[in-house]
């Protein structure tokens, strides 16, 4: 077999490959190889027989992905380009969420906390106005493999455990729902127990609210959190922002999001891009308030990051702080997102924007 025709085995899921290899307790070792102990060759798994590595070798491989460009932002976020097999380019961002905690004889008292944001695409059909992503249009979907990659990487580029606690969400570039076969795989390969053990509790799916897929990933019933990519409260302007409004609307979205099943200690994310003079006025703030009436939602306003050429201006923290206020004393629970890795220009598809921009 060439080495073209070979798949990687990080897009398996256990019980397919129970389906592949026998005896099944020897894909609980190989599982720990990948995954805990993070080999590049099936030969260095010691455990297996010679036979079955050397069957694992020609059949399958492990790496796939290699890192281009590496970024890291004052605040100890690192956003990564990755470059795919056939030469297209994604981007992954570790967000630092607090710093490591020291005791006084210097020794660690709490590690750092850490998110990843993967991608699920290579580009985006759902083209909202505000979105670097959108620009480069969509080339395709990203292969199971191609995900979990992303994160074991960093784990590996980190010297982060496997035991560490660390939370994933599909925030990068694309749009998760359109790929949902792929994102299903990929989260149940994150959260085997024998794998990386990343909760499926501690997973997000953001998405721009394509409602029917909203449904169809409450019945896969796989226990992930919600996040609604919401950003205007009347259709009109959503309409504007994001074309995808048209075919489901913002009533529409709401109906899923009732019927959706959420973990009895969790909320819905709703994303709420606050764009200057566009959306970030008190009266989108009350009527965000109403709309969410009866929902157990939770707000995270994000500053519209801008980039060279982009039509839309970050807003003012006076403004964002007023909105917050304005939900909170309503008693909707809101908080607003820091501008993790900003000076790295965090907003998706930067990173690959500059890459491409150079080669030209
Ligand atoms: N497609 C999914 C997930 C990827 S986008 C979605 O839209 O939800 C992840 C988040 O980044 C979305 O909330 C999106 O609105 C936001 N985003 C896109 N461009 C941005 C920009 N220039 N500044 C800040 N956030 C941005
Ligand atoms: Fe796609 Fe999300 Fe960007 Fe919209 S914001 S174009 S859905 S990646």
Redesign the pocket.
């Known amino acids: 077999m060439s080495k073209e025709e070979k798949k990687s085995i990080l897009g398996f899921t256990k019980e397919e490959l129970q389906k592949l290899i026998s005896p099944t307790f020897r894909i609980k070792q190989i599982f720990n190889w990948l995954y805990h102990k993070r080999v590049k060759s099936f030969l260095d798994m010691k455990n297996l027989p010679k036979n079955l590595r050397e069957e694992l070798e020609n059949k399958y491989n492990i790496k796939e992905l290699e890192i281009i460009s590496k970024q890291k932002s004052s605040d100890g976020s690192i956003k990564y380009l990755f470059k795919l097999k056939d030469n297209h380019t994604v981007e992954a961002v570790l967000l630092k969420m607090k710093d490591a905690v020291y005791n006084e004889d210097g020794s660690i008292k709490h590690l750092p906390k850490y998110t990843v944001c993967v991608s699920s695409q290579v580009g ?5 106005a ?5 620009k480069g249009g969509f080339v395709r979907d990203l292969k199971a493999n191609e995900i979990v990659e992303q994160v074991l990487q960093i784990y590996e580029d980190n010297n982060i455990d496997c035991n560490r606690k660390v939370n994933i969400v599909y925030m990068g ?3 998760p729902l359109d790929n949902l076969e792929n994102v299903a795989k990929a989260i149940k390969i994150f959260s085997d127990m024998d794998g990386m053990s990343i909760s499926v509790h501690r997973q997000t799916i ?3 609210g394509l409602s029917s897929k909203i449904d169809k990933l409450a019945k896969m019933d796989l226990g992930i959190n919600l996040a609604i ?1 919401l950003h205007a409260v009347d259709d009109e302007l959503r309409q504007k922002l ?1 074309p ?1 409004n048209k075919a489901y609307n913002i009533a529409s979205i709401i109906e899923a999001v009732r019927r959706f099943p959420v973990n009895l200690r969790k909320k819905v994310m709703f994303e709420y891009l606050m764009i200057k003079d566009v959306n970030d006025d008190i009266k989108s703030a009350k009527k965000l308030v109403k709309l969410l009436n009866g929902i157990k939602a939770k707000v995270n306003l994000i500053y519209f990051n801008p980039y060279p050429g982009s039509e839309f201006e970050r807003p003012e923290e006076k403004r964002v702080k007023e909105f917050q206020q304005y939900l909170l004393n309503k008693g909707v629970l809101c908080t607003i997102r820091e501008s993790k890795g900003l000076d790295i220009s965090a907003a ?2 930067q990173l690959r924007e500059q890459n491409l921009g150079e080669k030209v």
């Open positions: 985006c059909k759902v083209g909202c505000f979105c670097l992503t959108a570039m694309g749009e953001s998405t721009s990519s994001m995808i998706c598809g």
